[in-house]
Structures are given as structure tokens and as C-alpha cells.
């Protein structure tokens, strides 16, 4: 009790006074400004327990969140949102584009309480997930000029060649197959992976972009190639490789060079000599989900399951109360598995049903826990951060910006996808690093709604003066 107590006093004072300091200092400071921005754009692949504390924690249970969760990334989120308001620039709101969709996902989805068995774990989530707006806000504000994506992109490419470090290091010193580096497990690592690489590999095409900046790029690109392969993770392999290509084929619309010609073909060889090098573990993992075929994949039962709650309840059966509605004692859903369990000869035995798996899809996650409310405001969201994507890439084309805004389009599209069979943007590191990007394409969506001058666009090519 004493502890939690303490801890509860340490995370007040990070949120209520150390934050809001920290915006104070950062409003006066553009380039700490910068520096906690490139920081908080690092935090999502930090060693799990650098990054968040909880209260309250709960430490068998496998939901959304197992406690009261409080992280440094949501912290960094205040102090940059803080900076805003102590600024108190004229004519800026404080409120991004798109925040009263997210917290109108949130609040739909806060309904479910009603019919959750366990009404603590739907609070453990509303705190999680309506305090993780912070990190949305702060990436929005302290994203306003060039400088700020230079900033932001060179910290990307750091954090992945960092990550790739780790990989080496646990697959070649600790001799362990599929490495997950710094995550819980090697698929959220190669989703959050290729979310920061496919905007790198499209701002390296820019000719605007500095030879040493185009280099450090792809190097970080070329890193997280090797850190998915290291990961062994075919679906994040298979993102990677699809959307490289798109965003070559982004690239190549704008017209040819030789630096895309170049940095294409130096791709290409290096896709083959790295499938070359890495063909056993592929033919190994092909080899292990070959050994399955003919038996029905666990993730359509649990999609099943999901889909009989939802038929219950179309406000779902409790925010982050899946992992307590699909198990003993509760064995209404439960039973779905165990029918499949009895079908291909296993014995049933109750004590193996305590604590079942949760469905892998995170839109069935949705669906089953928060209804035909909560699911379709986040797909809303979803679809608002690609059109605000999309109109960024239209309206800074050919700029750096414009590049980087590409890549980040088609690297949402990807992980969007990517959500019918992972759920890692309900986990922290994940959704953390989502927000993040959401928060940078607000910020874009500001500027062109508001036709707001700024350094993102190229400068002007003034008309030569006739020759008398």
C-alpha cells in the first residue's frame, strides 16, 4: 500500500508540476523544444518499464492495460502542449484537428462499462487511452517548421538503427531466433518498425534532402530491414517490402533522377543479398505454418468468440474486459474454444481455460468490447489521419515535407491493414508512436486549412532580371 502510495504522489508531480515546468522552459526555448520533441519521437521503443508505471497493477491479466497506467511519453506530451499555451501565439488553438473525434471514441467506447463484469479494468482503460490524447496534442504543437522534420527524422533514423543494435546484439550474443528488441514481442516491434522507416525511404528521394541526411536514411531503412528479418515476422517482412515500393512508385511520379535511380537500384540488390541471407529462417517459419495446414487457424475462432459478444451486446461487453469475458468462469464464450478444442481430439480440461488467449484482430477487439460505437468512431479517426495525409502529400508535393508526409500515408495504410490480424495499436509503445504520427499530420492539416505561411514549402525561384 505504501508503495502505491508513493507512486501515486511521484506521477501527480511528473503530470501536475514537473510537466507543465518543462512546457514553461520549453516556451522559451525553441531548441529544447526541438531536443524533447526528437525525444518523446524515440520514447515508443524504450525498455518497457523506462517508459510507464502503474498503479493498481493487476499482473496475470492480459487486456489493453493491467493497472493504472502513467508514462514519460504522456508527460513529454504535456510540457510540449504546455509550451503552446504559455507561448500564447495569436490565432493558435490549442485543440488540433480530429480531437474532438478521438475523444468521442473514447467516450463511446466508456459506454461498455455498463454491461463490463469487471468495471475497474474499463476505468484502467478510459485513463489510458483518454490520457493518451496528450501525446497527440504535444506532437502536434511542438511540429511547426522544416527544422522540426529534420529533427523528427533524424531521431527516427537513430531509434531504428538503436533498435537494430539490440536485435544483433540478442540474436548473435544471446543466441535467440526471433528477437523483439526492445518490445514484448517481435510483431508490435516490426509494425512500430516500418511505420518509421517507409517516411524515412521517401524523404531520402528528395533532392532537397541533404547527401548526409539521404545517407543516415538509409541506413536506418536498411536497419529496419535487418531488424525485421532478425524478427523473423513475415507479415511485418511483407509490409516493409510492399511499402517500399509504393513509396518508390510515390517518388518516380514526381519525375526521375538519378538519386532515386540510384538509391533504387542500390535497394533492389540489397532486398536480394538480405532474402539471400536470411532464406533459412524464412523456409523455417514457412516450413512451421506449412505444419498447420488443414487445421483451422486459432485466430477465426477467437473472432468468432468475438463476434457472439458483439451479437450480446452492440455496446460491447466491457472496455478491456475481453480477457474476463472468454474464460472460465464465464463460459458462455468460452465454450466456442473449447468446441474447437474437442473437435480435433483434445481433452477438455477447465483448469486450461482460466486465462484464453484474446483475438488477435484488433477492429474484432474493438467490436466485442466496445460496440458498434467505439468501433466505428476509431475507424473514423483512422480514416481522418489518412485524409489528412493525403491532402498534406497533395498540397506539399514536391517538397521534403510532401516526401515524408508519403511515406507516412502509406506506412498508415500498411499498419491500418495490418490490424485485421495484430492488435498492437491497443498496446503502448504502439499506439504511442500512431499518435504521434497522427499528431505531425494534424499539425499538417492545420497549416493547409488555415493557410498558414511556413518553412516547409520550397523558397521561391526569383524571375532573372533582364539584361539591359
Keep these: 500500500m505504501i508503495k502505491e502510495v508513493i507512486k501515486f504522489i511521484a506521477v501527480v508531480l511528473l503530470y501536475v508540476a514537473v510537466a507543465p515546468a518543462m512546457g514553461a522552459y520549453f ?6 523544444e526541438r531536443i ?38 504522456v508527460a513529454t506530451g504535456i510540457a510540449l502542449t504546455m509550451a503552446a499555451y504559455f507561448r500564447k501565439e495569436p490565432g493558435v488553438k490549442l485543440a488540433p484537428p480530429g480531437l474532438r473525434f478521438y475523444l468521442l471514441y473514447c467516450a463511446v467506447s466508456s459506454i461498455s462499462i455498463i454491461a463490463a463484469p469487471n468495471k475497474l479494468y474499463v476505468l484502467m482503460a478510459m485513463w489510458k487511452f483518454t490520457t493518451a490524447v496528450l501525446i497527440f496534442m504535444g506532437a502536434f504543437h511542438a511540429f ?29 550474443l544471446e543466441g535467440r531466433w526471433q528477437v523483439h528488441g526492445w518490445f514484448e514481442h517481435q510483431n508490435p516491434m516490426a509494425i ?30 536498411g536497419s529496419t530491414a535487418l531488424m525485421i528479418l532478425l524478427s ?12 517500399s515500393v509504393a513509396v518508390t512508385g510515390l517518388a518516380f511520379l514526381r519525375g526521375p533522377s538519378l538519386r532515386k535511380i540510384g538509391i533504387t537500384g542500390m535497394g533492389a540488390c540489397a532486398a536480394v543479398a538480405a532474402g539471400m541471407l536470411a532464406l ?37 461487453i466491457g472496455w478491456n474486459n475481453f480477457g474476463v469475458m472468454n474464460s472460465l468462469p464465464y463460459d458462455r464464450y468460452c465454450q466456442v474454444l473449447m468446441d474447437w478444442d474437442e473437435s480435433r481430439g483434445f481433452r477438455i480440461i477447465d483448469e486450461l481455460y482460466f486465462a484464453c488467449p484474446l483475438t488477435e484482430s484488433l477492429y474484432w477487439l474493438l467490436l466485442s468490447e466496445t460496440g458498434y460505437g467505439g468501433f466505428g468512431t476509431y475507424l473514423f479517426f483512422e480514416l481522418l489521419t489518412l485524409w489528412w495525409a493525403f491532402r498534406g502529400l497533395l498540397r506539399f508535393w514536391k517538397t521534403p515535407l510532401g516526401y515524408f508526409i508519403g511515406g507516412v500515408l502509406v506506412a498508415l495504410v500498411l499498419t491500418y491493414g495490418h490490424g485485421l490480424v495484430e492488435r498492437v495499436l491497443s498496446q503502448t509503445k504502439n499506439l504511442s508512436a500512431w499518435l504521434i504520427f497522427a499528431g505531425l499530420m494534424a499539425r499538417v492539416q492545420y497549416i493547409r486549412q488555415n493557410r498558414l505561411p511556413t518553412s516547409f514549402d520550397l523558397p521561391k525561384v526569383k524571375p532573372k532580371q533582364a539584361v539591359a
Excluded at 524515440?42 to 489493453?64: A, C, F, N, Q
Design 27 to 32: 516556451a522559451k526555448s525553441r531548441r529544447a
Design 36 to 73: 524533447a520533441l526528437a525525444i518523446m519521437v524515440s520514447m515508443p521503443s524504450w525498455i518497457p518499464g523506462k517508459l510507464t508505471l502503474m498503479i493498481d497493477s493487476v499482473e496475470l491479466y492480459r487486456g489493453h492495460t493491467k493497472g493504472f497506467e502513467f508514462s514519460i511519453i
Design 144 to 172: 511547426r517548421d522544416a527544422v522540426d522534420l529534420k529533427w523528427v527524422m533524424r531521431a527516427l533514423s537513430i531509434t531504428l538503427i538503436v533498435q537494430t543494435l539490440v536485435c544483433l546484439k540478442l540474436r548473435y
Design 192 to 221: 512500430w518498425a516500418y511505420l518509421c522507416a517507409l517516411p524515412l525511404l521517401a524523404a531520402a528521394f528528395c533532392r532537397q534532402v541533404s547527401q548526409g541526411d539521404m545517407m543516415l536514411f538509409l541506413l536506418a531503412v
Design 232 to 243: 523473423v515476422s513475415r507479415g511485418g517482412l511483407g509490409a516493409l517490402c510492399i511499402g
Design 280 to 316: 533459412d529462417s524464412i523456409m523455417a517459419r514457412v516450413e512451421e505454418a506449412g505444419s498447420h495446414e488443414g487445421m483451422e487457424d486459432l485466430r477465426p475462432v477467437l473472432n468468432r468468440m468475438s463476434k457472439k459478444m458483439l451479437h450480446d451486446s452492440p455496446i460491447g
